[in-house]
Every structure is written in C-alpha cells, then in structure tokens.
C-alpha cells in the first residue's frame, strides 16, 4: 500500500469526535512512522537483506528474551 493509500485512509479511520488538532496530529504521527519504516525497508534493501528473515529474527530473539524472563519469574 502506497502512502498516498494509507494516510488517507488512517485518517478516513479517525473517530469523529477528535478535535482537529489531535487529529492533525495523528495524521502527522503516522505519517511520519510510515516514512520512518519505508526508509528502513529501503535501506534494509540497499543492504542487500529480505524483509520477513530480519522480522523473523526480531520475533525469535523476542520470544528467546520472553523465555528467559519467565524462567527467572519461575
């Protein structure tokens, strides 16, 4: 989904009773995170790296450190 896509329809999305201020924000917000993860996956490109191993990744050390927290919780 393009930005051009998605920011309108976060927006569209939006509960009708925000203030146009917090709304604005919000658009901004998720604009700017949207920006923030193409110009990761763009740069995760450049690198030469597939998306969904570096997600893998990511999921297993989490679920590694969820682990071993309840084991010490245990």
Do not use: D, W
């Not at 201020?21 to 919000?26: C, E, K, R, T, V």
């Not at 893998?56 to 245990?74: D, I, K, N």
Request: net charge positive; charged share 10%; aromatic share 12%.
């Amino acid at each position: 989904m393009h930005a051009m896509q998605a920011v309108p329809l976060f927006a569209l999305l939006l509960p009708a009773h925000l203030s146009k201020n917090y709304g604005y924000a919000l658009v901004a917000a998720f604009s700017a995170v949207y920006v923030a993860f193409s110009l990761a996956t763009f740069l995760q490109a450049l690198e030469g790296q597939p998306f969904i191993v570096r997600l893998g990744l990511f999921l297993t050390q989490c679920r590694v450190a969820l682990m071993r927290r309840l084991e010490v919780l245990s």
